[in-house]
């Protein structure tokens, strides 16, 4: 697929153990495509590389961007991607909506681009971290 110059897109991950699953959509809220990516460099690689398939990537959303998605949140920060955590939706609102993966990383995306509820993931890699690791 070519890219879209002028296309912004923004990401949406939710994050587990073994694998990522992303949701891509652009500023008219298009959902764009949806993939699984492993919890690894060449993952996150994967990943990216899949994302800026359709366009310029503007930000993505991560859920659980301190646990299962730290890598993937260093590592898109790394490459100068805004990245926000995304809080997990409310059992009401995935009630009404559903619960998969799939869902979950569309949300994501749709928070980023509606500009709610988003946090600064935290770097983990202060002073904290470093006691965490060392204990």
């Not at 990943?47 to 998605?69: K, N, P």
């Not at 955590?85 to 509606?114: C, F, N, W, Y």
């Amino acid at each position: 697929m070519m890219p879209e110059t002028c296309r912004r897109v923004i990401g949406g991950v939710d994050t587990h153990k073994d694998q990522n699953v992303a949701v891509a959509i652009d500023e008219s809220r298009q959902r764009l495509g949806g993939g699984s990516f492993e919890t690894k460099a060449s993952g996150y690689a994967s990943m990216l590389e899949w994302f800026t398939s359709f366009g310029e990537l503007a930000a993505v959303g991560i859920e659980g961007s301190g646990s299962y998605g730290l890598g993937l949140s260093r590592y898109l920060t790394a490459t100068n991607i805004i990245v926000h955590e995304v809080m997990t939706p409310k059992r009401q609102t995935r009630r009404r909506h559903g619960k998969s993966d799939s869902i979950g990383a569309e949300a994501a995306a749709r928070t980023v681009l509606a500009g709610h509820d988003l946090i600064t993931p935290k770097s983990a890699d202060g002073d904290v971290e470093t006691m965490r690791r060392c204990a």
